[in-house]
C-alpha cells in the first residue's frame, strides 16, 4: 500500500497561513490524496481530498504537485481551532474498503 | 443531525468480559467501518461493512466480532476483552465507494 510522511509537528501564528507538507512517492494513478484532521478529544474530520488538479474549499485549499509524489495543505488563516493533528492519507479511486490508511500525522499548534 | 452516534462513550472491563460497541448513522451510507486508535497513534481499521449483509477484516480484526445489523447500525463486540484492546474506538460510514467518512466521537474502553 501507497504511504505517506508528514513532519510530526509543526506551530504557527494565529491569522497566518499554513502550509503542511505531504509525501507520497509511491502513490498510484488510482489514488485519492485526502486529508483529514481530528480535534482533541474528537473522531476524524474530513477536510479536503483531490486527485490531481488544486482543490479548494471552505476549510482548506489543496496543492498537488505536477508529478503527484507530494502535496500541502494550505490553511489560509490560521485560528485557535485549526490546532489539531492532520492526517494525509491516500485511498483508492471508489474504494469501498475502507482503506483509509491513518499515519501519526502532523500535530499543528496554534499560537495566539 | 446527528451523524454517526456511538454508544457507551466510556466504559470500563475486566479482563475476560465481553461487551458490544453500538454505532448508527441517520445518513442513508450504505458503508461503515471500526477503527481503534491507540495513545500517540493514528486509526487502524478493525472491520468495515462495505454494505448492508457484507463485513470484512481490516488491518488488526483479531479478538473482535462485527455485526451489521441493517442498514443505520454497525455493532463490534469484544468476545473476551484483554488489556492489549483498550484503546478509543471510532466508528464511521461513507456512501458506497465515495471518499469521505464521517466519523463518531468514540467510545473510550478501558480494560483493566
Known amino acids: 500500500d501507497a504511504k505517506t510522511t508528514q513532519p510530526n509537528s509543526m506551530e504557527s501564528n494565529e491569522e497566518e497561513p499554513v502550509h503542511l507538507p505531504c509525501n507520497h512517492s509511491?502513490?498510484?494513478?488510482?489514488?485519492?490524496i485526502h486529508w483529514y484532521r481530528q480535534l482533541p478529544s474528537q473522531g476524524p474530520e474530513y477536510v479536503i481530498h483531490g486527485l490531481t488538479s488544486n482543490v479548494n474549499n471552505r476549510m482548506a485549499s489543496l496543492a498537488i504537485a505536477e508529478d503527484r509524489k507530494s502535496s500541502t495543505l494550505i490553511l489560509h488563516r490560521a485560528t485557535l481551532r485549526d490546532a489539531a493533528v492532520y492526517y494525509c492519507?491516500?485511498?483508492?479511486?471508489?474504494?469501498?474498503?475502507?482503506?483509509?490508511?491513518f499515519g501519526k500525522g502532523t500535530k499543528l499548534s496554534v499560537k495566539p | 443531525n446527528a451523524g454517526v452516534t456511538q454508544t457507551p462513550k466510556f466504559q470500563v472491563l475486566k479482563t475476560g468480559q465481553s461487551m458490544t460497541l453500538q454505532c448508527a448513522q441517520d445518513?442513508?451510507?450504505?458503508?461503515m467501518y471500526w477503527y481503534r486508535q491507540d495513545p500517540g497513534m493514528g486509526l487502524r481499521l478493525i472491520y468495515y461493512s462495505a454494505s448492508e449483509g457484507t463485513t470484512d477484516k481490516g488491518e488488526v480484526p483479531n479478538g473482535y466480532n462485527v455485526s451489521r445489523l441493517n442498514k443505520r447500525e454497525f455493532s463490534l463486540r469484544l468476545e473476551s476483552a484483554a488489556p492489549s484492546q483498550t484503546s478509543v474506538y471510532f466508528c464511521?460510514?461513507?456512501?458506497?465507494?465515495?471518499?469521505?467518512?464521517?466519523f463518531g466521537a468514540g467510545s473510550r474502553l478501558t480494560v483493566l
Open positions: 492519507i491516500l485511498r483508492l479511486r471508489g474504494g469501498s474498503q475502507g482503506n483509509l490508511i
Open positions: 445518513m442513508n451510507h450504505n458503508s
Open positions: 509511491t502513490i498510484s494513478g488510482t489514488d485519492y
Open positions: 464511521a460510514s461513507s456512501p458506497f465507494g465515495a471518499n469521505v467518512l464521517t
